[in-house]
């Protein structure tokens, strides 16, 4: 009977364990508009189900756009659980051939939503595309996630990632940055974030796919990422998604993305006060 009740508790303390978890994965999905055929979609929705958050980048902000991100939480809800979603509105940039929108998708049931999606104001005349703000809560703790798309690499993307750390001043520390930023994370534009706690799920992990793979070489550059803060999430797991491998070659696995997706998961382990932006003054 000991036994019994020891293998139990055991069995009891894992499955509490586990749902104490939730897994975060971000996607730079090229183009993410009309010019997705049906199969793509499929192939999308059937990549990012695993997760229970999927935050994309680089949503058409033109006709098709919010289409697509209908049609992929379609099929995510023909599959099993049931998904939620919430498009931004166009970023405000300097150009419409600039501005994209951003999208958040979850399952319904594990999370709450207590606060208006937003894309952030208080930099936004200093970044082509300021961040998609989701506030989701889990377990009776709230966390934000900033879902961001920032320059290419040739039109320093470190003058708007620099911006981070004033982030952190006004909306505290129980929050991720995520999203392609096309830069490595050994830039020294993350230094500042990193002396405040922040931490990459990966070291050098690159995201980017090339024209050609070379000697089973795929990937060109490290610039997808996932900062959080080490005080308010513990990293449980992290992983590439190499969706490619399931294609014949590179060219057919670009018409759904030149970038891959990547995935964490995560327990929360501190609640910090989040900051009322109001009370910051720029």
Not at 232 to 254: C, G, M, V
């Amino acid at each position: 009977m000991r036994i019994v009740l020891s293998f139990l508790f055991c069995l009891l303390s894992i499955t509490y364990s586990f749902s104490q978890q939730f897994s975060v994965l971000s996607w730079n999905i090229k183009n993410l508009g009309k010019s997705k055929t049906t199969e793509n979609i499929n192939k999308i929705a059937e990549v990012i189900a695993p997760a229970d958050i999927i935050c994309l980048q680089e949503v058409v902000a033109g006709y098709g756009g919010a289409q697509a991100v209908a049609k992929i939480v379609e099929q995510l809800n023909r599959k099993s659980n049931i998904w939620d979603y919430s498009l931004s509105n166009p970023t405000q940039s300097s150009t419409s051939n600039v501005s994209e929108r951003y999208a958040f998708i979850w399952k319904k049931n594990k999370f709450k939503i207590k606060r208006r999606f937003e894309l952030e104001s208080i930099y936004a005349n200093y970044i082509e595309r300021e961040p998609y703000i989701g506030s989701f809560t889990y377990k009776n703790i709230e966390f934000k996630i900033f879902n961001f798309h920032a320059l290419p690499k040739n039109k320093n993307p470190e003058k708007e990632i620099k911006y981070f750390k004033e982030y952190v001043k006004i909306y505290g520390t129980n929050l991720m940055f995520l999203g392609d930023f096309n830069l490595p994370n050994s830039h020294s534009v993350f230094n500042p974030i990193s002396k405040l706690g922040f931490r990459d799920v990966f070291i050098d992990q690159k995201t980017s796919l090339k024209q050609q793979c070379k000697n089973n070489n795929c990937l060109a550059n490290a610039f997808d990422h996932i900062f959080y803060n080490t005080e308010s999430f513990r990293l449980i797991d992290a992983k590439p998604i190499l969706f490619f491998n399931e294609f014949k070659d590179l060219k057919q696995a670009r018409k759904i993305s030149d970038h891959i997706p990547i995935l964490a998961i995560f327990e929360l382990i501190f609640v910090p006060e989040i900051k009322n932006k109001s009370t910051h003054s720029n």
